[in-house]
């Protein structure tokens, strides 16, 4: 397998056990610097462990991933740091819920980073401006929409400056007239070239705005390849039944 | 939800202005059920003061507890026996100077059996170690133990104590092993993927715990944290045991010297003087949690 260009990542016969359950089982991936890859894939297939294992939230228990040219998964790799430049946003938005909007956002600058409070402050001030949310600074996230918490959150990951994005389901918590604002911001990141890994069920969303899409089934990859390829005209049986199953449900 | 409202309208969301207390009052129970209430509360206490009136002893009792020269005596103190107020001020003080250390000593203890990692075994085997043994064991032992054994030893600086700070340490020991489960507990409940959100951010074990596990887990054991607090407020009264003339024993001394017990019962006032205050800033706590979480933001 090729070298993915730096600032990429690379995913190599990556296993991941819980207990008896061997969710990821030999993965492959390779993302390349402004790209944008979304692995799609019924419950289970292991589109989020494997977000997870990139973000070192969980680590793997064979096989090794790069990031940006840096073996992230040797021992002795300072995680803290490797996540400082991985942004990730989760389904279930994981703000925190006992500080404002703009604490949430500064939090991790000033104290990860040293950054000192004020900048950081101008920094969330101007992000959450570009997205639509700075009447909402000073809130507390239970008072937002599902929309709003959620983009709040990929803001928060914004923060960081990452050079990368992992989003795992940002959507599928939301209700659905809340989901177009949300897939709204991560247009806008693609377009600015930021490299992203999407894990999503919005097919739609995924043939739209993916370069290469990525299906998984039971922890491999089964089938990837340009999003007009994988949708309209996929090899793989194991795909066609998937994306039988999804326009039978009315989700294509 | 509040989609569009801006910061300047916020009171007009929220819950409905509730009805004056009132006439909640009055809904909840309905004006015949105040009626009904309140009969019956009188005809309860009527009869148990009925039964204590017409009990053989009850001339006895009356003059043995609460005979007004008595009661006024033993809270003012005489030539021979302490004033059960002033010994009062001893327990407040036990109770004040227990309760910084053990918030600050729990919290450590908690903290340290929450980290993970091969490293940290002994830490954490020493934290359970001293929360089953300081749980397990009567407070009364470990107060005869330490003020007794400690002294004992022979050491320079700990063997020459006060009795009353033998009575702190003692306090101390017990109630820091009750009320690191507490923080435990409250650990706990902080859902871990709070943690998978402020490690993903790049912040580290620590500051994570510090900044987003801690301020939310600490909000939420305040109220059982306050009632270990009403539990520490009387047993101060054990630290006796070692010497110290707390209103306890002050109350003993005045009814050993004078043969009547009405100090016993202002003893018994003051202390529950002192927890009333505290047993309702819990419940005030308790209502504000609720009616936050019914409003559908935490502060």
Same mark, same amino acid.
């Given at each position: ?69 840096? &073996? ?58 570009? *997205? ?121 | ?86 010994? *009062? ?42 929360? &089953? ?41 017990? +109630? ?77 001394? +005045? ?15 003051? *202390? ?28």
């Amino acid at each position: 397998m090729s070298t993915p260009t730096i600032g990429g990542i690379l995913v190599e016969g990556v296993h991941k056990s819980f207990g008896d359950n061997h969710v990821l089982r030999g993965i492959d991936v390779k993302v390349h610097e402004h790209e944008v890859v979304c692995l799609i894939g019924a419950s289970g297939s292991g589109k989020s462990t494997l977000l997870r294992c990139i973000n070192l939230l969980e680590p793997v228990d064979a096989g090794k991933i790069i990031v940006s040219g840096e &073996d992230v998964t040797a021992p002795r790799v300072n995680v803290d740091r490797v996540r400082r430049g991985i942004g990730i946003v989760f389904q279930a938005f994981n703000l925190f819920p006992h500080m404002t909007v703009l604490r949430n956002i500064t939090l991790a600058p000033t104290e990860a980073l040293g950054i000192d409070k004020k900048e950081a402050e101008e920094r969330a001030d101007s992000l959450l401006e570009r *997205f639509g949310l700075i009447d909402k600074r000073d809130e507390y996230p239970d008072r937002l929409s599902g929309g709003q918490q959620q983009r709040v959150a990929i803001v928060r990951a914004l923060a960081m400056r990452p050079n990368i994005m992992l989003l795992d389901e940002v959507t599928s918590a939301l209700d659905p007239e809340l989901v177009a604002e949300v897939l709204q911001v991560i247009r806008e990141l693609a377009a600015e070239g930021m490299t992203m890994v999407i894990a999503t069920h919005e097919m739609g969303f995924a043939r739209d705005i993916a370069s290469r899409v990525c299906f998984l089934d039971a922890g491999v990859v089964a089938e990837a390849g340009p999003p007009e390829r994988i949708f309209t005209d996929p090899q793989e049986p194991r795909t066609r039944r998937f994306l039988q199953r999804i326009i039978d449900a009315g989700r294509l | 939800m509040t989609e569009g409202i801006g910061a300047g309208e916020l009171p007009a969301v929220g819950p409905p202005a509730a009805p004056p207390p009132a006439a909640r009052g009055s809904r909840m129970l309905g004006n015949r059920g105040v009626l009904v209430s309140t009969a019956s509360t009188l005809v309860v206490l009527g009869l148990i003061g009925l039964a204590i009136a017409a009990s053989p002893g009850a001339d006895i009792v009356r003059e043995r507890f609460f005979s007004w020269d008595h009661l006024k005596e033993s809270f003012l103190g005489t030539e021979t026996s302490p004033s059960v107020v002033s010994a *009062f001020m001893l327990n407040i003080r036990i109770f004040m100077t227990a309760e910084v250390i053990i918030l600050a000593l729990a919290l450590l203890i908690a903290i340290v059996r929450s980290i993970p990692g091969p490293v940290f075994f002994p830490f954490r085997a020493m934290a359970v170690a001293y929360t &089953d043994l300081f749980r397990g064991i009567p407070l009364i032992l470990v107060l005869y133990m330490i003020g007794f054994g400690v002294p004992g030893l022979g050491l320079k600086y700990f063997s020459s104590m006060e009795d009353v700070t033998y009575g702190i340490i003692a306090l101390v020991l017990v +109630y820091s092993a009750y009320v690191a489960e507490v923080y435990r507990a409250g650990i706990d409940s902080v859902h871990e993927s709070q943690v998978a959100a402020a490690r993903s951010l790049g912040l580290s074990r620590w500051k994570s715990l510090r900044f987003v596990v801690l301020p939310q887990a600490i909000r939420r054991v305040i109220p059982p944290l306050l009632n270990d607090f009403i539990g520490l407020q009387k047993d101060t009264a054990l630290v006796s045991v070692l010497g110290s003339i707390e209103a306890a024993r002050a109350a003993q001394i +005045y009814g050993a010297e004078n043969f009547n017990y009405a100090s016993y019962v202002i003893a018994a006032g003051l *202390f529950v003087l002192m927890t009333i205050p505290l047993a309702r800033f819990t419940d005030h706590l308790i209502a504000r949690d609720r009616r936050r979480r019914e409003a559908g933001f935490v502060r």
